[in-house]
């Protein structure tokens, strides 16, 4: 089949998405704003924030928008979450709570996963889009901001759970009640998906600009200094009590590798200080 060199099915194409479609099950137009899922979704306003077709330096720009904005978007979905939590935590309704940080976990866990389809961009593409990103930097992310924010009103939340249930982090991981201990793990969670995000980030930036003190992002600081960000915890006394029980580890106790293993479970709590008084092993407890 032969068809005219000026004629392109690309171009052809491009045209019929940039139009409304008819929808022949629907029999309806989609795509004039008209429907009650675009009007509702705003969606002639959402797909018009990314540049044109025309003022775009590289055709790669459009998913380097499209991400950064939706990530913009899981961001303020996951700092409303985390307001709803302190609450939750403040009137002990630790249930519900516990079904919201699983929330917040897998959409932390939706942004180091996008930050994957970026590296499907190559440096030399990059460095187009870079010269008109202006000095923009992730420390001017709000989604960013406004989530370490928000982590500061979750550890506030359950400090003041602990109090009222006369708990410390060392007696939660002491042989401490188990729904606290549950709770602590699951901010855990988050924890490591966010720093997971930004890891994701730092290899992303490897990848495009590369890491060295002779390398500058957009906002002046060397590249170098993204390692030293992407570990800073949301929540460190999580991560210090770590530090603190293995201080106080006892390797007295224990069994030899291959020797023969009798007693019940409270035998591994004598690792760490006893548990407070009238606790029981974990193992044996009543209500379990």
Known sequence: MHTPHDYSFAEKL???????????LLKKWVGRGELDYEVYLKTPELLSLQSAEGERVAHDELMFQVVHQAQELWLKLASREAVEVVGELDRDALWRASGRLERIQRILKCLGAEMGVLETMTPDTYQVIRRSLGNGSGQESPGYNTLRKAAEGLEGALERLLARRGQTLRGVYSGGPDDLKRLCEQL???????QGWLYAHFQLVRRTIGVDRSVKALDGLPTQVLAGRMSLPLFRP????????????????????GARRDGCMEGALGAFPPPAPGAACPMHRSDS
Do not use: C, Y
């Open 14 to 24: 491009r045209r019929e998405l940039d139009e409304p479609l008819f929808n022949p």
């Open 188 to 194: 855990m969670d988050i924890d490591e998906s966010f």
């Open 238 to 257: 999580l991560w210090d009590v770590r530090v603190e029980l293995t201080q106080t580890w006892k390797r007295d106790g224990g069994h030899a590798p």
